[in-house]
Nanobody, 118 residues
Framework: QVQLVESGGGLVRPGDSLRLSCAAS????????MAWFRQAPGKDREFVAG????????YYTDSVKGRFTISRDNAKNTLYLQMNSLKPEDTAVYYC???????????WGQGTQVTVSS
C-alpha cells in the first residue's frame, strides 16, 4: 500500500522560509513523477510544483516561481518543497501527490498546514 506523509508545515511570518517534506513508501520511488498541491480555505486544490523522474524536469505555477524549489532524494524516498519569501497568500494546506501515470495523481498525502501571518 502506498503511503505519502507530509511534514514541515507551521506558522511563519511574511518573508520567512519553510521546507516541506513528503516521505513515500513505494517501491521504485525514483520512477514516479511527484508534485505539490495546495488548498486554501474556500478554494479549489491547485498545482504548486512538480518534478519528473528525469533529472532537471521541474515545473512551477507562476505565483511561486523564483521563491519555491521542488526537489527529491530518491535514496530516501523523499520529496521536498523549499519555500522562501513566504507571503500571506501562500497560506494553505499543502499536499504531496504521486503521479501514475505522470499526469494523473494516483496517491495523495494527508496534508500539512502552512500559515503565513504577521
Amino acid at each position: 500500500q502506498v503511503q505519502l506523509v507530509e511534514s514541515g508545515g507551521g506558522l511563519v511570518r511574511p518573508g520567512d522560509s519553510l521546507r516541506l517534506s513528503c516521505a513515500a513508501s513505494i517501491h521504485g520511488f525514483s520512477m514516479y513523477a511527484m508534485a505539490w498541491f495546495r488548498q486554501a480555505p474556500g478554494k479549489d486544490r491547485e498545482f504548486v510544483a512538480g518534478i519528473g523522474s528525469s533529472p532537471g524536469s521541474t515545473y512551477y505555477t507562476d505565483s511561486v516561481k523564483g521563491r519555491f524549489t521542488i526537489s527529491r532524494d530518491n535514496a530516501k524516498n523523499t520529496l521536498y518543497l523549499q519555500m522562501n519569501s513566504l507571503k500571506p497568500e501562500d497560506t494553505a494546506v499543502y499536499y504531496c501527490g504521486l503521479g501514475d501515470p505522470p499526469e494523473v495523481i494516483a496517491y495523495w498525502g494527508q496534508g500539512t498546514q502552512v500559515t503565513v501571518s504577521s
